[in-house]
T-cell receptor
């Protein structure tokens, strides 16, 4: 199946630094979702985006739905040790109304390590 | 408490045995999903169901089977035909727009 191109694959940063990661697709999307997964646990939804250009925050996290509808970005400001984990992007292609096809396309994740 | 439960957290089976993983949700969601996660490969869709008594194959359905007899439940059977069953299995349910995950079951086949 199709996969999203998520980058970077991994990051190792100092506590207090800001973090940026992104996802790109080859097709147009109408939904972008960002998740965080802790080791041995299920992914937790962080932010959902539904409109091109939309910018949404959740605490220190900010995500944007790209204008082209083919990309999305996640920023974490002032990182702390509990930000450690794997961040996944996921999206739904344009042309699939939510009620008819709820399958998501996933990135391979960005692994974040924070040095205290 | 509303949520998605998966049991057990860890499961061990001998090669050649079928095993069924449980997934229950009390969120009143119509759609449910099963994913497999291997290191470095992200989430791969096994099966999904958009409504009771209906389900569709995902990208890696071979060697797996599911049923959806109740809205709340979507069990996954890993059959002996699955060549490499050791993995972390995640169940999810969704609103029309957002998917939510259970805590996962780690299956190890010896």
């Amino acid at each position: 199946g199709q996969q999203l191109n998520q980058s970077p694959q991994s990051m190792f940063i100092q506590e207090g630094e800001d973090v940026s990661m992104n996802c790109t697709s080859s097709s147009i999307f109408n939904t972008w979702l960002w998740y965080k997964q802790d080791p041995g646990e299920g992914p937790v939804l962080l932010i959902a985006l539904y409109k091109a250009g939309e910018l949404t925050s959740n605490g220190r996290l900010t995500a944007q739905f790209g204008i082209t509808r083919k990309d999305s970005f996640l920023n974490i400001s002032a990182s702390i040790p509990s930000d450690v984990g794997i961040y996944f992007c996921a999206g739904r292609e344009m042309g699939f109304r939510a009620g008819n096809n709820r399958k998501l396309i996933w990135g391979l994740g960005t692994s974040l390590a924070v040095n205290p | 408490d509303g949520g998605i439960t998966q049991s057990p957290k860890y499961l061990f089976r001998k090669e050649g045995q079928n095993v069924t993983l449980s997934c229950e949700q009390n969120l009143n969601h119509d759609a449910m999903y099963w994913y497999r996660q291997d290191p470095g490969q992200g989430l791969r869709l096994i099966y999904y169901s958009q409504i009771v008594n209906d389900f569709q194959k995902g990208d890696i359905a071979e060697g797996y089977s599911v049923s959806r007899e109740k809205k709340e439940s979507f069990p996954l059977t890993v059959t002996s035909a699955q060549k490499n069953p050791t993995a972390f299995y995640l169940c999810a349910s969704s609103t029309p727009n957002e998917q939510f995950f259970g805590p996962g079951t780690r299956l190890t086949v010896l």
